[in-house]
């Protein structure tokens, strides 16, 4: 008869608080990696709608040419929260509420230039992108070099740059045979080689977003100037002690958020098919859906953090969310029940955001490890 020993009792007792440590870590993982959970969302987000779609709940098929079509306003909200990514993560206080603004006014500057004065679509486009620019850098200027707090500032120009596109538009949309051809600039098409069998994908995807995504990348992740907007948002006083022209850093990061809602601005023009006085400022605006997408992606309100990931899936997940919305609450009221939902995210965003900073404040030090720094053979 073989004896057991104690050791042997107590080895399957061991494993299960293995298996649940385990477990915690991949929870613990989801949770911390923002991009991972926003894509958990994602497929949750379609799995329950189908759910809803095969139970007859929804008044329209959702399949994959319904999320390909709703594409379309996912070009704009994309471009502009990764105009707010610049902005918010160049810190104190870092926000542009006149991104909206600016969309509407570069749109009407491009349709005087293309429909009404003639030039080519090229040249009109580069002018409206340089245009939006120069409206975002007087927002720089007035925050980072005349110290006006960021969320004054551009409320301020909101109302300005929003005047001003009314005024020189005389309220009306601006349309034309050019412009109606410029549609062409955000239609759906058919992808090449693999696209038989798949859903058609507006033509802005590729013409608009993926350009400005991979500029975008390349300058915060492979430049100085991305290592130095990172670090005047994450420590301004440090960033200066280091060399870093901070005001000069923070005014391109409204520079640049001025010529991607100039970008934008052309693209409203081609998916409207006119330039519209109102195109990003129209019922709730483009402002604050771009700022929601940007916290909800990542993009620390405080500055100094932020990843391009995050934010194009937030904007995924917000763009499809309403689509959703709108099959299956019905009329006026499921126009109100995206604003809710778009609320209800900012403020999950944000809480989620407070959870994780106080998770890593709290966190022990790994053992082993020593919170201070020493230089290279000094002693402990």
């Given amino acids: 008869m073989t004896a057991v020993t104690p050791t042997d009792r107590q080895q399957p007792n061991e494993r299960a608080p293995h298996k649940e440590s ?54 704009p909200l994309a471009l502009l929260a990764i105009a707010e990514l610049f902005v918010i993560t160049s810190g104190r206080g870092g926000i542009d509420l006149s991104v909206g603004s600016m969309v509407s006014l570069s749109g009407i500057v491009f349709a005087m230039l293309f ?36 969320l004054i500032a551009t ?20 349309s034309g045979a050019e412009i109606s051809e410029f549609y062409n600039a955000a239609k759906a098409i058919e992808l090449p080689v693999i ?48 060399g870093i022209d901070t005001r000069r850093t923070r005014m391109t990061a409204f520079v640049a958020a001025g010529a991607i809602s100039g970008f934008v601005g052309v693209y409203t023009v081609a998916q409207f098919a006119s330039a519209r ?7 709730g605006g483009m402002a604050l859906p771009a700022i929601t997408i940007a916290v909800l992606g990542g993009v620390a309100i405080t500055g100094g953090i932020g990843r391009l990931s995050g934010v194009l899936l937030a904007a995924l997940l917000i763009v499809w969310l309403n689509a959703s919305i709108l099959i299956v609450v019905p009329g006026n009221d499921g126009a109100q029940a995206q604003l809710l939902a778009l609320g209800l995210v900012l403020l999950g965003a944000a809480l989620f955001g407070q959870f994780t900073l106080r998770r890593k404040r709290l966190a022990p030090t790994p053992s082993g490890t020593s919170p201070i720094a020493t230089r290279p053979g000094a002693k402990p």
């Fill in 155 to 174: 409320l301020a120009t909101f109302y300005g740059y929003r005047s001003i596109a009314l005024v020189i538009s005389d309220q009306r949309p601006i």
């Fill in 115 to 150: 429909q009404q004065a003639g030039l080519p679509v090229l040249v009109s486009i580069v002018l409206a992108v340089l245009f939006g620019a120069l409206l975002g850098a007087f927002n720089g200027f007035l925050s980072a070099y005349l110290g006006f707090p960021p």
């Fill in 22 to 75: 385990r477990m915690r870590h991949f929870t613990g993982g989801i949770m911390k990696d923002r991009t991972v959970l926003l894509l958990v969302l994602v497929i949750a987000l379609i799995v329950v709608m189908t759910i809803l779609d095969l139970t007859g709940q929804t008044r329209a098929d959702f399949n994959s040419d319904y999320l390909a079509s709703s594409l379309i306003a996912y070009v």
């Fill in 277 to 283: 006085p109102d195109a990003g400022t129209s019922g």
């Fill in 195 to 242: 696209g038989g069998g798949l859903p058609l994908v507006p033509l802005g995807v590729f013409t608009f977003l993926i350009p400005i995504a991979i500029v975008t990348w390349f300058v915060l992740n492979r430049t100085a100037y991305g290592r130095s907007l990172y670090a005047i948002g994450t420590n301004d006083t440090a960033a200066q002690w280091a």
